[in-house]
């Protein structure tokens, strides 16, 4: 599976962005999928991920405000972030597995990263 990841951009505290991420390959519609970022000098970490029948995982940090989906028609899968704080910037990557997607280990695909910069 291919990823390709776009939406990141330059917002203001309290702003929103979406972010997308288009899949190639045959039976994406398999793969669990999910969001990472990456800031600079942190290690990278979920923020968000969805699995068959429906399941969700939130970061503590961004739970309430995020908010992870899928196109399976379309083979996309968004991310929503609202009320942004500066120190949700960061690169962000989406991401797709077989397994549980956790960590880079646990995962097969990643796409390119986006960059998200939340101003104050």
């Known amino acids: 599976v291919q990823l390709q990841a776009c939406g990141g951009g330059l917002v203001q505290a309290g702003g929103s962005l979406r972010l997308s991420c288009a899949a190639s390959?045959?039976?994406?519609?398999?793969?669990?999928t999910g969001w990472f970022r990456q800031a600079p000098g942190k290690e990278r970490e979920r923020v968000a991920a969805?699995?068959?029948?429906?399941?969700?995982y939130y970061a503590d940090s961004v739970k309430g405000r995020f908010t992870i989906s899928r196109d399976y028609a379309k083979n996309m899968m968004y991310l929503q972030m609202n009320s942004l704080k500066p120190e949700d910037t960061a690169v962000y990557y989406c991401?797709?597995?077989?397994?549980?997607?956790?960590?880079?280990?646990?995962?097969?695909?990643w796409g390119q990263g986006t960059l998200v910069t939340v101003s104050s």
């Open positions: 390959g045959r039976s994406f519609s398999n793969y669990n």
């Open positions: 991401a797709a597995g077989l397994g549980s997607i956790t960590n880079a280990q646990t995962t097969d695909s």
């Open positions: 969805t699995f068959w029948g429906g399941i969700t």
